[in-house]
């Protein structure tokens, strides 16, 4: 199964690369291609993977291999990450991302469809932008506001009720995926002046380990919660 999805990964890059080769994009342009690429596919063999296994349990096994993945990079690259009370403030972050936005939208995913979660997954930008302008005060111009009205319109007609996904999408799983969403757009906007302090991969590595931290805790919850509904029963 692993090597399956690897193997789909790479054909999937390799695709866009040629793309963006045959397009002549700039290298930014690119990657960005490639990562919203490799987030549709995400959703789609998560979604599949949760036949299997329960959200939780699945959101920390993928967390625990991307912290051995970042882990193994930081080291590779020689990054340092310092001991220090600002380390650990910027690690407190991962509560939001991964954290508590990964959790409400591994949820959301077991209720709706693939299709419906990364169409709302692309709202991250637009909120982004409403949250720093309630938040910060940061001014936007009317570009801006029409294009994300387009998207607020573009996302309502997707996940509404019969739409596009024939009843099989869940009015509650959308909206705990854009409760996602809105914890990844807060995230966005605290992380955005931590970035200069520490290299990105060893940001990524720091709050991947305090979200795999919190992940379990999460399990452990949800245990004694099913454990008192079955004692509620006899």
């Known amino acids: 199964m692993i ?4 193997e789909i990964l790479r054909r999937f890059l390799q695709f866009f690369h040629a793309i963006a080769q045959s397009l002549k994009l700039p290298q930014g342009v690119s990657l960005i291609v490639s990562s919203a690429a490799v987030y549709g596919l995400t959703m789609v063999v ?3 993977a949760l036949d299997r296994l329960p959200p939780i349990t699945l959101l920390t096994v993928q967390t625990a291999s991307s ?4 882990w193994t990079l930081v080291g590779w690259q020689g990054s340092r990450v ?28 077991s209720l709706t469809t ?8 692309t709202m991250e930008p637009v909120v982004t932008i409403a949250l720093s302008w309630l938040l910060l005060k940061e001014r936007i111009n009317k570009s801006l506001i029409a294009l994300g009205l387009i998207a607020c319109l573009g996302v309502a007609l997707v996940a509404a009720p019969g739409a596009t996904s024939n009843g099989r999408g869940s ?12 914890f990844a757009s807060l995230y966005a906007i ?3 002046h931590s970035i200069r302090d520490l ?6 590595a720091i709050q991947q380990s305090f979200a795999l931290l919190f992940f379990p805790s999460c399990t452990e919850r949800c245990f004694r919660v099913a454990a008192r509904d079955d004692d509620s029963k006899f």
């Open 3 to 6: 090597s399956l999805i690897l």
């Open 46 to 48: 998560t979604k599949g």
């Open 67 to 70: 912290v051995c993945f970042f």
């Open 82 to 109: 310092p001991l220090t009370w600002s380390t650990v403030k910027i690690g407190l972050l991962g509560l939001l991302e991964p954290g508590l936005s990964y959790l409400s939208g591994m949820f959301g995913l």
């Open 114 to 121: 693939a299709s419906n979660a990364t169409f709302i997954g």
């Open 171 to 182: 009015v509650w799983g959308d909206g705990l995926m854009f409760l996602g969403v809105i």
């Open 190 to 192: 605290a992380t955005s």
């Open 199 to 204: 290299a990105p991969v060893g940001i990524a």
